[in-house]
Every structure is written in structure tokens, then in C-alpha cells.
């Protein structure tokens, strides 16, 4: 039984590893039917982009969300979760003047981040209108990727530290045995 226990830790472990070392997905193409922002803060960085579009909030999300899908060498999707956030964060995660109506994280777990700010005009002062058009909303999509090196030194810690904890709660409750006994 000891034996069949290591060999499927370290078999998981393995896979652990390997996921970690994946390579970090492109940025993801621009909206479908929406024109790229190239307002200064939208174009300050690589890693940041800002779109007009016409799609509401689930069809940005559903889209973001194919781009993202990453099939890895062993044929299956990695892991994609999706954390709602409330629009205030906006001004911390995508950037200090970010006006927002919704924000999404769409994360690989131990991996990279896809944040995913709309911004929604409710009054007609704010309409956007850019292009000779009147758009929906705007999106900024901030990419936060994270580089390979520190991904495995995180996970190697993780996979090395689990059997230490196991032997220490193996010990603890081995005593509480022993007092329970008495």
C-alpha cells in the first residue's frame, strides 16, 4: 500500500511538473466585429489592450474564454477557472483611471491570468462614440503571464513540502492515538 502511495504521488507530481512547464498561451485576438482601442493607456504596455464592441458581457466572456482554452500535449484542456471581481478592482488590477461595469479573471491555475474589464455607459454623457460609431461598451483585457523558471521552483517547494507535512500530521495524530489510548 506505501508502495502504490509513492508511485501515484510521484506520478502526480510529475504531471504537476509538466503542466508547470507549458508554455504561457499568446495574447488573445481582438473581439470579433470591434475596433482596437489606441488610447494611451490602452497601448502603454504589451500586456494591455482595450477594444469598442457591440457584444454583450457573456458573449466577451464565452469568447475570451475559447481564446484562452489551451490544449495540452496530452490532448486535454488545461484548467481554466473564472473569478468575478467587483468593479471597483478595476482601478487596482487594470489600471488606476479604469472605469468599469464588470471584471473577470480568467485564470490557469499556478499559471497566468486573462483579466477582463467592461465598461457599460448607463448615462448618455458617457456614451462612447469612436469611428463615426456609437459602441456598447469597452474592453480592456490585461494579460498577466508568469515566467516558467518561478512556476517550478513554486511547484518543486509544493511537491517537496507535502510529504514533510504528511509525516508531521502522521506523527501528531500517532501521539493523540497514544493519549486517547491512556
Not at 500535449?73 to 487596482?92: C, D, I, R, W
Not at 456609437?134 to 518561478?150: E, G, L
Amino acid at each position: 500500500m506505501k508502495y502504490t502511495v509513492k508511485v501515484v504521488y510521484i506520478i502526480c507530481s510529475l504531471f504537476f511538473l509538466m503542466y508547470l512547464l507549458l508554455p504561457n498561451p499568446d495574447f488573445p485576438e481582438k473581439l470579433p466585429e470591434s475596433i482596437q482601442s489606441f488610447e494611451p493607456a490602452d497601448i502603454e504596455t504589451a500586456f494591455r489592450r482595450g477594444y469598442y464592441t457591440d457584444l454583450i458581457r457573456e458573449e466577451v466572456m464565452k469568447y475570451y474564454l475559447q481564446q484562452i482554452k489551451y490544449v495540452t500535449p496530452f490532448g486535454k484542456y488545461m484548467p481554466t477557472y473564472s473569478l468575478n471581481y467587483p468593479p471597483e478592482e478595476a482601478q487596482v488590477l487594470i489600471r488606476d483611471q479604469a472605469r468599469s461595469t464588470f471584471l473577470e479573471e480568467l485564470v490557469h491555475p499556478f499559471r497566468e491570468s486573462f483579466f477582463i474589464n467592461g465598461f457599460e455607459p448607463k448615462l448618455d454623457k458617457d456614451k462612447i462614440f469612436v469611428s463615426d460609431k456609437s459602441w456598447r461598451q469597452k474592453i480592456i483585457v490585461r494579460y498577466a503571464p508568469s515566467m516558467a523558471i518561478f512556476r517550478v521552483l513554486a511547484g518543486l517547494l509544493i511537491v517537496s513540502i507535502i510529504p514533510i507535512i504528511y509525516i508531521e500530521y502522521k506523527k501528531v495524530f500517532t501521539e493523540l492515538l497514544q493519549v486517547a489510548k491512556k
